[in-house]
């Protein structure tokens, strides 16, 4: 089916924000630098520098094999470190490189209460010119798909099952806004790129945004639907069984946040987001998080295609 989507998350072993379970494999989640795949880990090999990952066959000029002492990644090169300063290498017989350990973070809304009830009107703009209603869940309409068809275990295999911590940090997230307390993000019209979210306070990395909602519908249902906001949620090995999130009636402020051009350098360093699919005690859920620190007033980004590339961004400003 050629449906426009805006993205499917990276598979596990393909651009992973942070190790779940391994506390012995210290090197488990990095990617090459080239290609942004972490398939081959055979071939993969970690700067003595800045810890980035390469294929040896993604190289230019390509490596053979992995060298003997230290190596420097094509932007280290030139500018080497004194000795006393060098690392060994970690090696191993799979992936080689990998980040530590990693926590998924509560968002931190403003303290003041004049200042969030501009954020949710901002929002409340939005969504009526959109003429959409506002949802933080995910919702089951009859006559699409029921819930019982959110079924983890059909995933092809381009998931993470969220740790028990991060399903407590999400839960904390779900309680604030049930509180009213907002995530700290203010919807703005911007002439070029239409309605668009930026940060109202800094934001640390790996911090979840939002969740992405909308009403859930069958893949197939869905084929000669021309949206742009159309999400893939669980991508099974079944066509029949495959759902994808519509956020046309009922949304919240993933719906706003802006696509980069991922066919441009300038456009991908726009990226301050990852869209990450997650089974959430059994369930497919979709979550929007910091992948880098973002200063308050930065316009977030994310891109809308992960390992599949259906999406045409070329447009994008």
Same mark, same amino acid.
């Given at each position: ?14 651009? +992973? ?11 488990? =989640? ?16 970690? !700067? ?9 066959? !993604?190289?230019?000029?390509? *490596? ?8 420097? +990644? ?9 000795? @006393? ?8 017989? #799979?992936?080689?490189?990998?980040? &530590?350990?990693?926590? *998924? ?58 740790? &028990? ?16 307390? !907002? ?22 990395? *790996? ?18 639907? =021309? ?7 669980? @991508? ?9 999130? !519509? ?25 301050? *987001?990852?869209?990450?699919? @997650? ?26 295609? #992960? ?11």
């Amino acid at each position: 089916m050629q449906l426009k989507r805006r993205t499917e998350a990276p598979r596990p072993n393909s651009g +992973c924000l942070y190790v779940d379970d391994n506390d012995e494999n210290e090197y488990d =989640d990095v990617c090459c630098e080239k290609c942004q795949s972490g398939d081959l880990p055979e071939d993969l090999i970690l !700067c003595d520098k800045c810890d980035k990952g390469y294929h040896l066959f !993604c190289l230019r000029p390509l *490596l053979v094999s992995v060298p003997k002492g230290s190596w420097f +990644c094509p932007s280290c090169s030139k500018h080497k470190i004194p000795k @006393y300063h060098l690392r060994k290498r970690k090696r191993a017989s #799979g992936l080689v490189m990998s980040k &530590k350990k990693r926590r *998924l973070l509560a968002f931190n809304p403003v303290e003041d209460p004049k200042r969030r009830l501009e954020q949710m009107a901002s929002l409340a703009t939005a969504l009526k010119a959109s003429g959409s209603e506002f949802s933080n869940e995910l919702t089951y309409v009859p006559g699409m798909a029921p819930r019982s068809a959110n079924c983890a275990v059909l995933e092809r295999g381009g998931m993470q099952v969220m740790s &028990k911590e991060d399903t407590e940090t999400l839960n904390l997230c779900k309680s604030m806004m049930n509180r009213g307390e !907002c995530p700290p993000l203010m919807v703005v019209y911007d002439p070029k790129e239409g309605f668009t979210v930026e940060a109202d306070r800094s934001i640390k990395d *790996l911090t979840i945004i939002t969740e992405y909602v909308g009403d859930v519908d069958y893949l197939m249902n869905r084929e000669n639907d =021309d949206g742009d906001s159309i999400m893939t949620l669980l @991508y099974s090995a079944k066509p029949s069984k495959s759902l994808v999130i !519509c956020p046309y009636k009922h949304s919240n402020i993933s719906r706003f946040i802006s696509g980069i051009n991922n066919h441009t350098m300038e456009g991908k360093k726009k990226q301050n *987001l990852k869209c990450v699919r @997650y089974n959430v005690n059994g369930e497919c859920r979709v979550l929007l998080i910091a992948n880098r620190h973002i200063a308050k007033g930065e316009r977030l980004y994310y891109d809308y295609n #992960g390992y599949e590339h259906k999406y045409p961004t070329e447009h994008f400003v």
